[in-house]
């Protein structure tokens, strides 16, 4: 379940439902009597692509998905897979002869914060406002316009009596001063003691930020926790910090001309030849005839009768009966390697043949 906020500083903003189920409405308990205000929960519709609004007692009404789509940010909660608690108030107006269903569903660009609840915080419910003093801050210029219109979630501290806003990794500035806010002290101070860290929701626009805290009288001081979202948010809720480019500075020098001028050429100009400018041509020289050492005298090879004795010897301690077929490598004609590839092939091929010749019209 995902709770929106139900308010935005005391000020609740709902959406009257055009599809209303009247069966379930006229069958609440004192309706006829005084206004409705129910606990609700919206259900992703996905045959209209719209939402169901379901209270204790049943479906009250619909969101179609024309009504659906002025709520652009609802669509992460639906992507999420979890399903949205508000509260809904149902009233009968007898002049108009109709029930009207009005779901708090608040403002657009406040509906889903950017960011999560920070993991075992608590969360303050909203009625009052106060402005974050973003001067004595951590955030810049930059920072401010970018941030635009949004949600967050931040963490109130107590510094020496005065109450700070942040967000992990930024100090956004200063919510109230010592003594303003007495019963917002005594709330940190009794979660500081606790090791509890103290969240709030925060509302960001036209370059400032303010924090939704319960008012002095509230009966309710804390709200239910948000759960986070498995989609991502577009962008960040707080843009990260940019390098702010110096103030540039005109500078301006003089120099004297004397010091690095030079007098014009002047006077005749002579012109040289082109051909006298050409290189003697040079006069190759004879390279000198390497002479090439003579090869050195190979050792002569066994005979060939010697090394077929010592094979057949050799096989003859074997097991067995071995038949052996002796024939002779191809030689080159003359002393050395072959002159080609192809030439040894052609030799190979031709002791071969003469080893298997075959009677009778075989194929090659």
Same mark, same amino acid.
């Given at each position: 379940?995902?709770?929106?906020?139900?308010?935005?500083?005391?000020?609740?903003?709902?959406?009257?439902?055009?599809?209303?189920?009247?069966?379930?409405?006229?069958?609440?308990?004192?309706l006829s009597e005084a206004p409705l205000a129910l606990d609700v929960t919206l259900e992703a519709d996905a045959f209209t692509g719209g939402w169901r609004v379901r209270s204790h007692f049943g479906i009250l009404g619909y969101l179609d998905a024309q009504e659906a789509? +002025?709520? #652009? @940010?609802?669509?992460?909660?639906?992507?999420? &897979? /979890?399903? *949205?608690?508000?509260?809904?108030?149902?009233?009968? !107006?007898?002049?108009?002869?109709c029930v009207d269903v009005a779901v708090s569903l608040g403002l657009a660009p406040w509906m889903?914060?950017?960011? +999560?609840? #920070? @993991?075992?915080?608590?969360?303050?419910?909203? &009625? /009052?406002? *106060?402005?974050?003093?973003?001067?004595?801050?951590? !955030?810049?210029?930059?920072?401010?316009?970018?941030?635009?219109?949004?949600?967050?979630?931040?963490?109130?501290h107590?510094?020496?009596g005065d109450i700070v806003a942040a967000t992990p990794g930024t100090v956004l500035g200063g919510v109230a001063a010592a003594g303003q806010q007495p019963h917002l002290n005594a709330i940190l101070e009794r979660a500081a003691g606790q090791g509890t860290t103290v969240a709030a929701r925060a509302f960001s626009a036209d370059r400032r930020l303010a924090v939704d805290v319960p008012s002095p009288d509230a009966t309710e001081f804390f709200a239910a926790s948000v759960?986070?979202?498995?989609?991502?948010?577009s962008r960040p809720a707080i843009p990260p910090a940019t390098v702010e480019p110096t103030t540039f500075m005109a500078w301006?020098?003089?120099?004297?001309?004397?010091?690095?001028?030079?007098?014009?050429?002047?006077?005749?100009?002579?012109?040289a030849s082109p051909t006298a400018t050409q290189p003697e041509p040079v006069t190759a020289q004879p390279e000198p005839v390497a002479t090439q050492p003579e090869p050195a005298a190979q050792p002569e090879s066994a005979a060939p009768g010697q090394a077929h004795a010592e094979l057949a010897d050799l096989v003859s301690h074997m097991p067995g009966q071995q038949t052996l077929a002796w024939r002779d490598l191809p030689t080159a004609a003359a002393p050395g390697r072959f002159s080609s590839e192809s030439a040894r092939v052609r030799a190979r091929r031709s002791q071969r043949d003469a080893a298997h010749r075959r009677g009778g019209n075989h194929r090659k």
């Open positions: 379940m995902y709770p929106l906020a139900k308010s935005y500083f005391g000020v609740e903003h709902v959406a009257v439902l055009d599809n209303v189920v009247l069966s379930t409405a006229l069958s609440l308990p004192t789509a +002025d709520y #652009p @940010a609802l669509d992460r909660v639906r992507a999420s &897979g /979890l399903q *949205l608690s508000t509260r809904a108030t149902v009233e009968i !107006l007898p002049a108009e002869g889903i914060p950017n960011n +999560d609840q #920070p @993991a075992g915080s608590v969360l303050l419910c909203g &009625g /009052l406002g *106060l402005l974050v003093d973003t001067a004595s801050g951590q !955030l810049n210029d930059a920072q401010l316009d970018q941030m635009g219109t949004q949600q967050l979630f931040v963490t109130l107590d510094v020496e759960p986070a979202l498995g989609i991502p948010p301006e020098t003089g120099l004297d001309a004397a010091d690095f001028s030079a007098d014009l050429p002047h006077g005749m100009r002579h012109i």
